[in-house]
């Protein structure tokens, strides 16, 4: 059996808010937004812990923090892929 840690919790964010996110950027190109599917799909996520929010650089990354948008509802995802 394996022995959990105090890190399990995070990893499971981690995982749980990448899966979010990416259901998130489906939903957009595909229902809400189709003009914008080149751009959110050259869009490389990158995690970052701390942050607080999801964020996006001239090049083309976007950030997020796990720990907050694990909370979110796929809706408000995809609403922050949108806005950025």
């Known amino acids: 059996m394996a022995r959990r840690t105090a ?3 995070q990893v499971d964010n981690a995982e749980a808010a990448r899966t979010r996110l990416q259901a998130a950027r489906a939903k957009a190109i595909s229902n809400v937004a ?3 599917g080149t751009a959110l799909s ?3 996520m990158h995690e970052v812990r701390g942050l ?3 964020a996006t ?3 083309w990354r ?3 923090d796990p720990d907050v948008v694990v909370d979110w509802s796929v809706g408000e995802c995809v609403a922050a ?4």
Do not use: N, Q
Not at 81 to 84: I, K
């Open 34 to 36: 189709p003009y914008f």
């Open 42 to 44: 050259s869009m490389v």
């Open 57 to 59: 650089d001239t090049r």
């Open 62 to 64: 976007f950030y997020y």
């Open 7 to 9: 890190a399990t919790p």
């Open 52 to 54: 607080g929010t999801v």
């Open 81 to 84: 892929w949108l806005h950025e």
